[in-house]
Nanobody, 124 residues
Framework: QVQLVESGGGLVQAGGSLRLSCAAS????????MGWFRQAPGKEREFVAG????????YYADSVKGRFTISRDNAKNTVYLQMNSLKPEDTAIYYC?????????????????WGQGTQVTVSS
């Protein structure tokens, strides 16, 4: 079993920054890819960013490219999402997820474990 716990969400003004963290426990964290997704009210869950097991490769949705940065610290079993230049349209519940493969994926169906989510609200 895997447990993922997100933290770092909150309320921020447009143009501000937040750093989300996702702490993992229960299996070998360093061997598997991680991803961040988000879901706004009335919308489907969408891919935000992904990172391979080694951290050597990262992937981003076009909507966040250049503003968000995903990283991981395998010694701490933690993955991060640094969010800069936040916009009101970034408002959503943010989830971290992990999958049984070392490579990343943008499809939520290919992830096996999910955290409970953390709310991010960006005011205009």
């Amino acid at each position: 079993q895997v447990q993922l716990v997100e933290s770092g969400g909150g309320l921020v003004q447009a143009g501000g920054s937040l750093r989300l963290s996702c702490a993992a426990s229960g299996r070998t964290f360093s061997s598997y890819a991680m991803g961040w997704f988000r879901q706004a009210p009335g919308k489907e869950r969408e891919f935000v960013a992904g990172i391979t097991w080694s951290g050597d490769s990262t992937y981003y949705a076009d909507s966040v490219k250049g503003r968000f940065t995903i990283s991981r610290d395998n010694a701490k079993n933690t993955v991060y999402l640094q969010m800069n230049s936040l916009k009101p349209e970034d408002t959503a519940i943010y989830y971290c997820a992990t999958r049984y493969y070392s490579s990343s994926s943008s499809s939520p169906d290919e992830y096996n474990y999910w955290g409970q989510g953390t709310q991010v609200t960006v005011s205009s």
